[in-house]
């Protein structure tokens, strides 16, 4: 056996050993990925326009699975409340408890005194549509609003409730990530809360699980295509025959 043919088997073994490692290495990122997705996360169908222009009617999105307790302000939340009508929905959190919730001055909602900057709300509709009145939010629970300040079934109804149209925290079953479907992506991060003691609320692992799933595709197909590619490779070629000169 010639050195050449020696060199090039032991390249094809090396080559193959990497080629499976790509391969393995790309299913438990690609498995790994959903499966983590499955656990964190949880599907919700959006079925009014109450959060347009942010989230439309119909919308499909994915809330990752946290406490009541880590719900921060300007954060897009699901919840189920029984005097809400005991089915989830998914508004926006605008005040916490001890917070003055106020709307409005200059056009713009209040909390603690402090105007807040909403450039997720529709454009050219007035805030003001609202009409809140200076209420303070109970310990332990959240003054929810809609993006579409004008039709939107949330706090502002149940202002006269004893608990000033307040949630309790426990009854957040996740805070809202993304759109997707159609594929919108992350929601934008609500900035004009950033200012307030405690900030907002950071993404959750959305994008890495994605990098994740994306990253596994890549290496198993590029394992899997090896194979084929280093075959037709070392396939020999054929030279042709050199004119017979009389």
């Not at 307030?196 to 990098?211: A, E, Y």
């Not at 899997?224 to 280093?230: E, L, R, V």
């Amino acid at each position: 056996m010639s050195r050449t043919r020696r060199t090039d088997e032991g390249h094809g073994q090396v080559g193959s050993a990497l080629s499976g490692i790509a391969v393995a290495l790309g299913c438990v990122l690609f498995l790994g990925g959903f499966v983590w997705g499955a656990i964190v996360y949880q599907p919700y169908t959006v079925p009014t326009e109450s959060m347009t222009p942010t989230i439309g009617a119909g919308d499909r999105v994915l809330a990752q699975r946290i406490d009541g307790s880590e719900v921060k302000r300007g954060d897009v939340v699901v919840f189920q409340e029984a005097s809400w009508g005991d089915m989830p929905m998914v508004k926006r959190v605008v005040g916490i408890g001890g917070d003055k919730v106020a709307c409005c001055t200059d056009g713009k909602l209040t909390i603690n005194g402090q105007k807040i900057a909403e450039p997720y709300l529709p454009a050219g509709k007035s805030v003001s549509l609202t009409g809140i009145k200076t209420t303070t939010v109970p310990e332990g629970r959240l003054f929810m609003l809609g993006d579409e300040r004008s039709g939107s079934l949330d706090s502002t109804v149940h202002l006269q409730d004893a608990d000033h149209g307040s949630v309790e925290r426990g009854a957040v079953r996740g805070r809202v990530d993304a759109v997707a479907w159609p594929m919108d992506g992350m929601l934008a991060k609500p900035t004009g809360f950033e200012a307030l003691p405690g900030g907002i609320s950071q993404p959750g692992p959305l994008k890495l699980m994605l990098t994740a799933v994306v990253a596994g595709a890549v290496l198993v197909l590029a394992g899997a295509a090896y194979g084929p590619i280093a075959k037709r490779s070392r396939r020999p070629r054929t030279r042709a025959a050199e004119p017979v000169r009389a």
